[in-house]
């Protein structure tokens, strides 16, 4: 015998039993806050007009003018193939109060042109590093030909991404520079340091 049941079932069709499935699944999933983006703020320009690296010439900045050495710029020369080859590498160290961006696969950093932008955290495969060296330009002087070489070989203006410690605090900077292969230097022009910690600035803003 069959069971009569004293009520009828309402019957559903199958596009409907979809429908309610689908906003059950979507009501049952979690919100992601989209992520913090930094503050982009102005910058504190120091002028660096006059100050440059060459051979014999070292320089030491103090960029916020705090006391304290925030980069080494130096020229080293180099002998190497059984000395049949030498080079003049133009270099800037950051120091125990200063950070620059590296690449950790090459140690390169990026030669920022203006309007980039520098981020507080790390950016496009950098990180940042304190106590490291960067490499300008480099001249490779051999029996056969002169050879230059470096990220910021370039008369135009680049910009140099850092970070300065200040009052326990890190603060986003660049260092505008350019190159001189002739004169065999680099000229300073301009740093900008960010007016907040933990912001992004712009290069040459």
């Known amino acids: 015998m069959k069971m009569m049941l004293p009520f009828s079932l309402p019957r559903f069709s199958a596009a409907f039993c979809l429908c309610i499935l689908a906003v059950l699944v979507l009501s049952c999933k979690k919100k992601v806050p989209a992520p913090e983006q930094e503050p982009v703020v102005g910058a504190k320009h120091v002028d660096l007009s006059g100050q440059f690296l060459e ?5 030491i900045l103090d960029l916020n003018a705090d006391g304290r050495a925030d980069l080494l710029m130096k020229v080293l ?20 109060v ?16 203006k309007g ?24 490779v002087s051999s029996a056969e030909a002169i050879t ?15 970070q300065l410690l ?4 890190l603060y986003t900077a660049w260092l505008e520079l350019s190159t001189d292969k002739p004169g065999e230097k680099v000229h300073l022009h301009r740093a900008g340091i960010a007016l907040e910690p933990g912001s992004t600035i712009i290069c040459g803003q």
Do not use: C
């Open 98 to 113: 200063s950070r620059v961006a590296v690449n950790v696969t090459d140690e390169s950093s990026p030669a920022l042109r």
């Open 77 to 96: 020369p180099i002998a190497f193939d059984l000395n049949t080859k030498t080079k003049l590498t133009f270099q800037v160290y950051a120091t125990g």
């Open 116 to 139: 980039d932008q520098v981020f507080f955290g790390s950016f496009s495969g950098y990180e940042w590093f304190p106590a490291n060296p960067v490499i300008i330009m480099e001249k």
């Open 55 to 59: 051979r014999d010439r070292d320089l």
């Open 166 to 169: 200040q009052e326990g605090k």
């Open 148 to 162: 230059w070489q470096g990220a910021f070989l370039s008369e135009e203006h680049r910009f140099l991404p850092l």
